[in-house]
């Protein structure tokens, strides 16, 4: 059993910043891809950003449309942590954001919420225009 914690959520004026953070308690979380979901009110909930496990040295990230070229996937193993950097941040990225980890190996998978096998209690990020 895996358990994630997200925190850095909080009101932000658009065109701010917020660093989200999810602390994984399993040391096995270099194993795992990680990704980032949200689900605002009334609203299903959707892809965000992922990254994958080492391969070879690399990772891979995924980014949703919505938020590429704001929004950066990163992670740190040694620390069992992986975090979600968002810039130029919109109303419309108000939502509940959620960490998730996967044990897939394949790149394809990393979108789908059914892919993903632990996830967080999510964080609130509220962008005021």
């Known amino acids: 059993q895996v358990q994630l914690v997200e925190s850095g959520g909080g009101l932000v004026q658009a065109g701010g910043s917020l660093r989200l953070s999810c602390a994984a308690s399993t040391r096995t979380f270099s194993s795992y891809a990680m990704g980032w979901f949200r689900q605002a009110p009334g609203k299903e909930r959707e892809f965000v950003a992922a990254i994958s496990r080492s391969v070879g040295g690399t990772y891979y990230a995924d980014y949703a449309d919505s938020v590429k070229g704001r929004f950066t996937i990163s992670r740190d193993n040694a620390k069992n942590t992986g975090y979600l950097q968002m810039n130029s941040l919109k109303p419309e990225d108000t939502a509940v954001y959620y960490c998730?980890?996967?044990?897939?190996?394949?790149?394809?998978?990393?979108?789908?919420?059914?892919?993903?096998?632990?996830w967080g209690q999510g964080t609130q990020v509220t962008v005021s225009s």
């Open positions: 998730a980890v996967s044990n897939s190996p394949y790149y394809n998978d990393y979108r789908r919420l059914q892919s993903y096998d632990y």
